[in-house]
């Protein structure tokens, strides 16, 4: 699939190891066939754990999606786990993801250049995710707000229901505080008619927002 996503001439590469069949050993051998195409590899990781973090960077997952996160403190924790001091608390190590320091390239150096290029994104999946957002999006290092829209309709009452008005009106309020902030946000895209009826909406949304200046 990398070596496929090369040849046809995409930009990156995104792993899903949380409800994926992706362990560590061949997410680090995808990883592997990106970098020889130029491809950026992210991953959404199955925990937020500190040693589940590091063990996405060690392989060489520059990007990473952090299910389930319920709260500032959380979003906290993963800030300091995915980058180097000053910014955050990442562990050093000569791994894969620094080209085992055969490179050249100074542990000063590369942890310059990891805080800078890395990206951070959060899904937000529950009600308290959502009544504490603002505090969320004051944890610095996050770069990247998504949904979970199935598991946050499960938390709030509503098992397989993402479209009901409750948890509609919950993600207005997560992407309301997102753009108040300026910071960046992403949805799924669906695909076939789903996707002709997705366009027109969200397009509409984007033109009504420029509109009123935000």
């Known amino acids: 699939m990398a070596d496929w996503a090369g ?11 949380e409800h994926g069949v992706f362990d560590w050993e061949s997410a680090e051998n995808m990883c592997r066939v990106a970098d020889l195409h130029g491809l950026t590899c992210t991953a959404r990781i199955p925990d937020t754990s500190n040693e589940t973090i590091l063990r996405a960077f060690d392989r060489g997952i520059m990007g990473i999606l952090c299910p389930h996160v319920d ?10 786990s995915a980058r180097f001091g000053p910014e955050g608390a990442r562990s050093f190590g000569t791994s894969r993801g620094r080209d085992y320091g055969l490179t050249g390239k100074s542990p000063e150096m590369y942890m310059r250049e990891f805080n800078s290029q890395v990206t951070v994104a959060v899904q937000i999946e529950t009600l308290n995710a959502v009544e504490t957002i603002n505090d969320i999006l004051s944890v610095p290092g996050i770069d990247l707000i998504t949904f979970g829209p199935q598991d946050l309709a499960q938390s709030m009452g509503h098992p397989g229901r993402p479209n009901h008005p409750e948890v509609l009106d919950a993600m207005k309020k997560v992407k309301e505080a997102v753009h108040a902030r300026g910071r960046l946000m992403s949805e799924d895209v669906e695909s076939g008619i789903n996707f002709v009826q997705w366009v027109p909406s969200k397009l509409a949304d984007w033109l009504e927002e420029k509109k009123s200046g935000n």
């Open 7 to 17: 040849y046809l001439g995409f930009d990156y590469l995104h792993l899903d190891m």
């Open 71 to 80: 709260n500032a403190d959380q979003a906290f924790q993963i800030s300091q």
